[in-house]
Structures are given as structure tokens and as C-alpha cells.
């Protein structure tokens, strides 16, 4: 699997069992006539519940996608010959968008902010939820140093905690 910014690309190293065809899972949502490489294992994993139904994954995805109006998955190579499957899933241009402000918010924020400060706000976009010691762990910091940028941090109206320290999270406040 590999994600970059704007799609999700999975590659099988191998082509469909015949007679599916790539072709066939562009356009297709349904597979009526599939072949399965090892009947036994299929089986198996529907007996242990690991599976809800026979070829259902592609046709579920594919729903998926279209409810929450993303652009289509796309499945290649079209040359049958071939002994790999790459999939295709493109980002929602929404979901881009969304993304795109709050980068361009946090990297307005860090351009006043410390290398180790702005390490924090990442940790914490990450994991809200995260403890000051593991917190300390991941910065390299005593707990009372990270406490200080912190502080800092909740000063300069940046994060704030909610909910206490036990049990709270830490909140982006907007700037």
C-alpha cells in the first residue's frame, strides 16, 4: 500500500483468477462467475466470520466511494497479461481541500513557534489524548521542560486542554 497526497494506490502481485478481468472490476460490482485460487481458504475464513460474504470487499469499496462522492477506484493494468493488480483510490478533492487549510493553518502558527514546539503540535494533531511523560519520550525532553513548552503553547492561545489531565485531550484553539 502505498498513500501519497492525493490517492491510495494497493498493488496485488497478481492479475484476477480468470475469467475476471481488470476490465471486469472497473466496471463491475458484481461477480457472479469469480474463480477463486483456493477454494479451501475461502471457506474457511467464512466459517471463522473473517469474511461477511463471497467477493462483497471491491462492490462495498466501491459504495463507499460513491456515498461520500469521491472520484471512482481504478484498477490496472487493462493488459491481462500482466502478473500484478494495482488499485487506484483518488483523495475526495473535499477532503484535499480541507487538509490543505489546516497545513497552511499550522504552518502559519510554526513560523513563530521552536523547532521543539512545533515537533509538540505534531505529536498532539497525531494523538490528542497523549501524557506528558510519553509526550516527554517522544521530544526527548525532562516532563518539566515539555510542561514549559507546553505552558507556552496554551499561552500563546495555540492548544488548550480539555477535560483534565487524567482523562482530557488537547484541543487546536484557532489563531
Do not use: C
Not at 462483497?56 to 500482466?82: C, H, Q, V, Y
Request: cysteine-free; proline content about 6%; charged content about 35%.
Amino acid at each position: 500500500m502505498y498513500v501519497y497526497k492525493d490517492r491510495i494506490e494497493f498493488i496485488n502481485h497478481n492479475r484476477p483468477v480468470p475469467p475476471l478481468t481488470t476490465k471486469d472490476l472497473n466496471e463491475k460490482d458484481y461477480f457472479a462467475d469469480r474463480q477463486y485460487a483456493n477454494p479451501p481458504i475461502k471457506e474457511m475464513f467464512f466459517a471463522l466470520n473473517l469474511i461477511e460474504s463471497y467477493g462483497s470487499g471491491i462492490r462495498r469499496a466501491k459504495e463507499a466511494l460513491e456515498k461520500n462522492k469521491s472520484p471512482k477506484m481504478r484498477f490496472l493494468p487493462e493488459d491481462t497479461d500482466m502478473d500484478y493488480t494495482l488499485v487506484t483510490v483518488p483523495i475526495n478533492n473535499e477532503f484535499l481541500k480541507i487538509k490543505s487549510t489546516e497545513i497552511k493553518d499550522i504552518e502559519r502558527i510554526a513560523k513563530d513557534l521552536t523547532v521543539i514546539e512545533s515537533q509538540i503540535l505534531q505529536i498532539i494533531k497525531e494523538n490528542p489524548k497523549i501524557s506528558i511523560n510519553k509526550l516527554s519520550e517522544k521530544i526527548s525532553k525532562s516532563p518539566t521542560t515539555t510542561k514549559r513548552y507546553l505552558r507556552n503553547l496554551v499561552e500563546n492561545q495555540i492548544i488548550e486542554r480539555e477535560n483534565g489531565n487524567k482523562k482530557g485531550a488537547w484541543i487546536f484553539l484557532k489563531k
